[in-house]
C-alpha cells in the first residue's frame, strides 16, 4: 500500500512539474499566442501520442510473442495483450 501511494505521487508530481514548465516556456515557446498556442499542443497531440506508443507496444508484443516462446510456454494473444496493456497503464496513469 505504502508503494502504490508513494508511486502515485511521484507520477503526479512529474505531471505537474511538466505543466508547470510548459506553462512557464509558453511564453518562450509560442510568441504570439502565448499560453493559448500551447493548449493544443497539450490537448490533441499529446493524446495521439499516448495511443500511438500504446499501438506500437501491442505490435511489438505481437512480434515478440513467438520469440519468447523459443524459451518458454507459449502465451494466448489475449493473455500477452491483458499483461502488456496493463503495464503500459500502469506507466502512463497510475
Given at each position: 500500500m505504502a508503494s502504490f501511494v508513494a508511486n502515485g505521487l511521484?507520477?503526479?508530481?512529474?505531471?505537474?512539474?511538466?505543466?508547470?514548465?510548459?506553462?512557464?516556456v509558453s511564453d518562450?515557446?509560442?510568441?504570439?499566442?502565448?499560453l493559448l498556442g500551447a493548449a493544443p499542443l497539450?490537448?490533441?497531440?499529446?493524446?495521439?501520442?499516448?495511443?500511438?506508443?500504446?499501438?506500437?507496444?501491442?505490435?511489438l508484443m505481437w512480434v515478440e510473442a513467438p520469440l519468447l516462446s523459443l524459451y518458454g510456454p507459449m502465451m494466448s494473444w489475449q493473455?500477452?495483450?491483458?499483461?502488456?496493456?496493463?503495464?503500459s497503464m500502469h506507466?502512463?496513469?497510475p
Open positions: 511521484v507520477f503526479f508530481f512529474v505531471g505537474a512539474s511538466v505543466v508547470n514548465f510548459l506553462v512557464r518562450e515557446l509560442f510568441p504570439d499566442t502565448g497539450m490537448l490533441l497531440k499529446l493524446p495521439l501520442i499516448l495511443a500511438a506508443s500504446f499501438g506500437l507496444r501491442g505490435l493473455v500477452s495483450w491483458f499483461v502488456g496493456s496493463r503495464r506507466v502512463m496513469a
